[in-house]
Structures are given as structure tokens and as C-alpha cells.
């Protein structure tokens, strides 16, 4: 079992709030991930980090931002809640060995319902 | 397009039983592909991980096989247990960037019965 955590793992907040949605990571991983899962379809990356004061957008647009003031730490933030921003966000993190070797480990989810 | 297709989309099965899914890719260049457990309200669990040069790999009785020539991949489960009923995702890995770009599949969702 990967000791990746996310809190909260279930958040059901009104539209307008702020929110972040926490996730670490004890196994000192470089990489971090955030991919948005809805149900039923596959994940899609939304941000990632190569190590401390790293971060880059993925392929799926999102109005999310992320931070990585530490190694062990990726929250998300969500300035303005939206209905649409309803979904399931899973944090996953890796050794930077390369892709070849390169295995994920993904906390457990949160999910969020915006209403 | 780099994509990963996976069949089927549910499967039913009663305890005890075999059963095999299917996964087929058109990412190019291929660097690896995986094959991933997710229980419900959970995050993924990587099973398997094969690169280009293997054919199966096993972990308990998950059995995985990739074809590179066709691209496709299977994963077989035998003996069937309730604990087994899940999603499983097959994911493949690009060599197009450091970052070792993953494609996702919708995954299967498997039920076992008693």
C-alpha cells in the first residue's frame, strides 16, 4: 500500500466557495500528479510537478491551481466553485527513474460535488 | 491519435470463474503499459507493467500479455473472488517526453458473484 493521503475524501460545497483539496506523500517521491475521474470515463491530467517549485498544466484545461512549496505536499485550490468542477480528483505521485519504470502510486480519491 | 480502447466496458462473473479483458492501444512510440485495480472509491493500484520486450508478466493469479506487433494487451484473472470486482485500467506510456505521457483507458468494470 503507497502512502499517498488526500483529505477530504468526500466535500460537497455551494457554488463561489474557495476550496483546496489536499494531497501528500511520506515516500519522497519527485513527481506529483492531480488527474480528474469521472465516473465511468478515463482520468485526464490536470497538473503535475517535477519536484519543488515545479508545476505545469496537463492535458485537460482546468481552472484549478496547484502549488509544491515541499516534496511531500501538492494541494490543489479551486478559487470559485462551479457545478461543472463536480468530480472525482485523484493526487498520485512517482520516482523520477524514468518512464519506463516510472509507476504511479494514487492516494485515494476526493470527492467533490459542487452544488 | 493516441488512444487506448478497453472491452469490455462491464463484465459479469460468478465466483470461481476465469474471465479475460481486453485492451487495445494505438500509442506509438510505445514505452510500456500497465494494467491497474481501482475498487470503487479508491485510487488506482498498479497490477502489471510490461515494456516492449515481454510478452506476459504475473502477479498472483492476474496474468497480463502484450502483443506489440498488434497492440494489444489482455489481462486474464483466474479463480474469480468477490474481492476482485472492480474497475482495471489499462494505461500506456509513451517515450515521446521526459514526462512519459500516459494514456488511459475508460476501464472494465468487473463484477464477481457469489
Known amino acids: 500500500e503507497a502512502d499517498i493521503y488526500q483529505t477530504p475524501r468526500y466535500l460537497v460545497i455551494g457554488t463561489g466557495k474557495k476550496i483546496t483539496l489536499e494531497c501528500s506523500q511520506t515516500m519522497g517521491h519527485d513527481k506529483m500528479y492531480w488527474y480528474q475521474q469521472d465516473p465511468g470515463m478515463e482520468l485526464h491530467l490536470i497538473h503535475y510537478?517535477?519536484?519543488?517549485?515545479?508545476?505545469e498544466k496537463g492535458d485537460l484545461s482546468s481552472e484549478s491551481t496547484v502549488s509544491r512549496i515541499r516534496t511531500e505536499h501538492f494541494p490543489l485550490t479551486l478559487e470559485s466553485a462551479r457545478p461543472s468542477h463536480t468530480s472525482q480528483y485523484l493526487c498520485?505521485?512517482?520516482?523520477?527513474?524514468?518512464?519506463?519504470?516510472?509507476?504511479?502510486?494514487f492516494g485515494p480519491g476526493t470527492r467533490l460535488t459542487v452544488l | 491519435k493516441n488512444q487506448v480502447e478497453q472491452s469490455p466496458q462491464s463484465l459479469i462473473i460468478l465466483e470461481g470463474k476465469n474471465c479475460t479483458l481486453q485492451?487495445?492501444?494505438?500509442?506509438?512510440?510505445?514505452?510500456?503499459l500497465r494494467w491497474y485495480k481501482q475498487d470503487t472509491g479508491r485510487g488506482p493500484v498498479s497490477l502489471t507493467i510490461m515494456t516492449f520486450s515481454e510478452n506476459t508478466k504475473s502477479n498472483g493469479r492476474y496474468t497480463a500479455t502484450l502483443d506489440a506487433d498488434t497492440k494489444q494487451s489482455s489481462l486474464h484473472i483466474t479463480a474469480s473472488q468477490l474481492s476482485d470486482s472492480a474497475s482495471y485500467i489499462c494505461v500506456v506510456s509513451d517515450r515521446g517526453s521526459t514526462l512519459g505521457r500516459l494514456y488511459f483507458g475508460r476501464g472494465t468494470q468487473l463484477t464477481v458473484w457469489p
Open positions: 510537478s517535477y519536484g519543488v517549485n515545479s508545476t
Open positions: 485492451c487495445n492501444y494505438t500509442v506509438s512510440p510505445f514505452s510500456n
Open positions: 498520485a505521485s512517482s520516482v523520477a527513474r524514468g518512464p519506463s519504470t516510472d509507476t504511479q502510486y
